[in-house]
T-cell receptor
Framework: AQSVTQPDIHITVSEGASLELRCNYS??????LFWYVQSPGQGLQLLLK??????LVQGIKGFEAEFKRSQSSFNLRKPSVHWSDAAEYFC????????????FGRGTSLIVHP | GAVVSQHPSRVICKSGTSVKIECRSL??????MFWYRQFPKQSLMLMAT?????????EQGVEKDKFLINHASLTLSTLTVTSAHPEDSSFYIC???????????????FGEGSRLTVL
């Protein structure tokens, strides 16, 4: 079974600073990987996804993530954070050829200081 | 993108009453929908998989008699919390796969969530 680890519960950055949120996964084959964002009291919105091909994927709102098979990681990055990026971020892994029910990490809460 | 709508967004009820939450796929047909529960500052806990025209599949530890799931059509799944108690207070989120878009990859489209408060 697949699993996802988001080692950081909280991340605090200043507005305009760069951001990297970490995600490590465990899965025996090439996974499908996702990053979702959740604003307070809202559902989840897909930021980006990796299925195959180019390991650097671009998403919405200026986010990108890089799939590194050797490190089993799929870290989310943004070069310059805006105050509106403050939210909860979830990494998820979907199994290939299986039940395709994704497994979510516990989430990382992003706090943005002005 | 695919749109999933959830209603109501907030509901307050008295202990012992039942509450129904609806989840609709607005622009696609969803044979499968998923219901999650989220505690404050925690991740999503999958409660059950809702299957159109058949019984829902519940995750271990989830009481099927407490959380009734009905998937009567290809665009609607409902979660009914029966005889609700304060410990059932939580944020409930539904999601669905869009078979036209990443349906077999695990990509999900989420509703807005429903905040249930049981007094």
């Amino acid at each position: 079974a697949q699993s996802v680890t988001q080692p950081d519960i909280h991340i605090t950055v200043s507005e305009g600073a760069s951001l990297e949120l970490r995600c490590n996964y465990s899965y025996g084959a090439t996974p499908y990987l996702f990053w979702y964002v959740q604003s307070p009291g809202q559902g989840l919105q897909l930021l980006l996804k990796y299925f195959s091909g180019d390991t650097l994927v671009q998403g919405i709102k200026g986010f990108e993530a890089e799939f590194k098979r050797s490190q089993s990681s799929f870290n989310l990055r943004k070069p310059s954070v805006h105050w509106s990026d403050a939210a909860e971020y979830f990494c998820a892994v979907g199994a290939t050829g299986g039940s395709y029910i994704p497994t979510f990490g516990r989430g990382t809460s992003l706090i943005v200081h002005p | 993108g695919a749109v999933v709508s959830q209603h109501p967004s907030r509901v307050i009820c008295k202990s012992g009453t039942s509450v129904k939450i609806e989840c609709r796929s607005l622009d696609f047909q969803a044979t499968t929908m998923f219901w999650y529960r989220q505690f404050p500052k925690q991740s999503l806990m999958l409660m059950a998989t809702s299957n159109e025209g058949s019984k829902a599949t519940y995750e271990q530890g989830v009481e099927k008699d407490k959380f009734l799931i009905n998937h009567a059509s290809l665009t609607l799944s409902t979660l009914t919390v029966t005889s609700a108690h304060p410990e059932d207070s939580s944020f409930y989120i539904c999601s669905a796969r869009d078979p036209r878009r990443g349906g077999d990859t695990g990509e999900l489209f989420f509703g807005e969530g429903s905040r249930l408060t049981v007094l």
